[in-house]
């Protein structure tokens, strides 16, 4: 009987360490799950103007006959968020109402300007009144897609007040345009860098407590 009862807790005890293995080996099967969906900011090019530059000034006209003015040096309080778009990119014609939604929901503290280039301006009139943005500046102007070597669509620039480029990259959804404003809200250049910045964090920790205990 006496057997009997230690050969069970043995095996009780086997099966309680079989679980605990099981439970970690998950764990760690989560964490890695977690990094490998974890959300994707815009891609950030690696050529044209750098992130934290100022911006080169640009004098443009919008095809409404508007003058403004793009970059440089400024005072301003507000940030432009540019969104270069085209008539003949399906995914732009949806992100453009996201982009409004979006800007607008920064109360004032960012304003929202559409970019493009071409010669045919009637169809650009037509593709604004399409999307129904004709209360946002509208500019063609192949110097400024230049100047941020804008090579694919749709692509996003976000430069703050003083002019600096906070950041830039492809859009494909809103989550992508969200990453830019908290790129500038934060200061970390992509959402990449700042798991990055985590994973690095979390390694120097688990360092210092070895360290520490085999110190102790």
Known sequence: MLEALVVSNIILWLVVIVLALLVFALTRQVGILHERVAPAGAL????????????????????????????????????????????????????????????NSERGRMQLLFASDGDDLEQHKSYVKDLK?????????????????VSKLPFAVLIAGDGTLKSKGLVNTREHMESLIESMDSGITTV?????????????????????????
């Open 133 to 149: 943005i004709d209360g946002y500046p509208y500019v063609l102007s192949q110097a400024l897609g230049m100047d941020f070597e």
């Open 192 to 216: 990449q860098e700042y798991i990055g910045g985590t994973k690095m964090d979390d390694a120097n920790a688990d360092y210092d407590s070895s360290a520490l205990e085999q110190t102790s």
């Open 44 to 103: 950030l090019p690696t050529s044209g103007p750098k992130v934290g530059e100022l911006t080169k000034e640009l004098s443009l006209t919008a095809i409404d006959g508007s003058s403004l003015v793009i970059g440089g040096a400024s005072d301003s309080a507000v940030a432009t968020f540019i969104l270069f778009i085209s008539p003949t990119c399906p995914v732009c014609k949806t992100l453009v109402p996201t982009a409004r939604s979006l800007v």
